[in-house]
T-cell receptor, first 111, second 114 residues
Framework: QQQVKQSPQSLIVQKGGISIINCAYE??????FPWYQQFPGKGPALLIA?????SEKKEGRFTISFNKSAKQFSLHIMDSQPGDSATYFC??????????FGTGTKLQVIP | GAVVSQHPSRVICKSGTSVKIECRSL??????MFWYRQFPKQSLMLMAT?????????EQGVEKDKFLINHASLTLSTLTVTSAHPEDSSFYIC??????????FGQGTRLTVV
């Protein structure tokens, strides 16, 4: 059962543009929603995370928007750069529970 | 952020042999660690949850006798792939939870069974 749905599967954005990746979850017990960035041949690295008591969190060029009633959250990458080209995974977890990952979005930022 | 070290990063082994992968939390204690498997262009698939001092909890469809997990200390968990076969070739990734329940990932291990 896919508990975290992620879209799009792939995304091409021009340098300087905004990259937007969306996720939706089902389990209302989730209380922590991280985003991970993964480069080929490397493990995922925590990028930014949010808890459901806030609707938005911004760190540099990365922003998470969170809609608790709709059970959706999204990652916005402002001023996208070629170095941002990677696979992004949204995830959800609660307490000392396993992290449930989305299916991943391969982002390519073209010059 | 916290650092999780995974070793080796790459390993090639012959079919029928066993391979051990180590996952260490370098600057924090982790009572819970997770092992994942990732196929090319796919998401991470949880294999098992490793709790210090107790038996690992395996996900449905994962053979516990084939993928042996040991979590003997608060900073070390190991995954041993026993009697490896070519179909076990994959990218294996561990993660550890810190006290804030944030998950930090190792660098991954590329296993190739020939």
């Amino acid at each position: 059962q896919q508990q975290v749905k992620q879209s799009p599967q792939s995304l091409i954005v021009q340098k300087g543009g905004i990259s937007i990746i969306n996720c939706a979850y089902e389990n209302t017990a989730f209380d922590y929603f991280p985003w991970y960035q993964q480069f080929p041949g490397k493990g995922p690295a925590l990028l930014i995370a949010i808890r459901p008591d806030v609707s938005e969190k911004k760190e540099g060029r990365f922003t998470i928007s969170f809609n608790k009633s709709a059970k959706q959250f999204s990652l916005h990458i402002m001023d996208s750069q070629p170095g941002d080209s990677a696979t992004y995974f949204c995830a959800a977890t609660g307490g000392y529970q396993k992290v449930t990952f989305g299916t991943g979005t391969k982002l390519q930022v073209i010059p | 952020g916290a650092v999780v070290s995974q070793h080796p990063s790459r390993v090639i082994c012959k079919s029928g042999t066993s391979v051990k992968i180590e996952c260490r939390s370098l600057d924090f204690q982790a009572t819970t660690m997770f092992w994942y498997r990732q196929f090319p262009k796919q998401s991470l698939m949880l294999m098992a949850t490793s709790n210090e001092g107790s038996k690992a909890t395996y996900e449905q469809g994962v053979e516990k006798d084939k993928f042996l997990i040991n979590h003997a200390s608060l900073t070390l968990s190991t995954l041993t792939v026993t009697s490896a076969h070519p179909e076990d070739s994959s990218f294996y990734i561990c993660s550890a939870l810190d006290r804030n329940t944030e998950a930090f990932f190792g660098q991954g291990t590329r296993l190739t069974v020939v």
